[in-house]
């Protein structure tokens, strides 16, 4: 059985998931080569952050101009990798990452509007 799963996602911004990425005190490679660690192994995504532990979080573009999730399922939710490290920094379902990139998000729509946020 695979534990490899792609999620359909909101994320089209790659310099909001660089600052997310920050955020943690991580950095996303968006060089197209790299490869997101998985129970079985590793597979290719469009973009990737590398996490500690044993699994990673990629980021797939698709036709939509969306980047979907891969990463193995044991990263967002289940009892087997609930100690992983990436999964503790990440949040359950991701949701720590998630709520960062809408958070880095937010402020570019305001900055594209010619206002600049007090954030404290």
Do not use: T
């Given at each position: 059985m695979s534990h490899l799963t792609v999620v359909k996602s909101e994320f089209n911004s790659?310099?909001?998931l660089q600052e997310a990425a920050r955020y943690f005190g991580l950095t996303l490679d968006t060089s197209g080569e790299g490869k997101v660690r998985y129970w079985y192994g590793q597979?290719?995504?469009t973009m990737?952050?590398?996490l500690p532990g044993k699994y990673d979080l990629g980021f797939?573009?698709?036709a939509d101009g969306t980047y979907s999730l891969v990463c193995d399922t044991e990263l967002l939710g289940g009892s087997?990798?609930?100690q992983d490290p990436g999964r503790q920094l990440l949040g359950e379902q991701a949701g720590t990452f998630k709520r960062e990139y809408l958070v880095a998000r937010t402020l570019e729509a305001f900055r594209a509007q010619g206002l600049e946020p007090q954030v404290t």
């Open positions: 790659i310099s909001a597979e290719h995504a990737v952050l590398k797939q573009l698709q087997f990798g609930a």
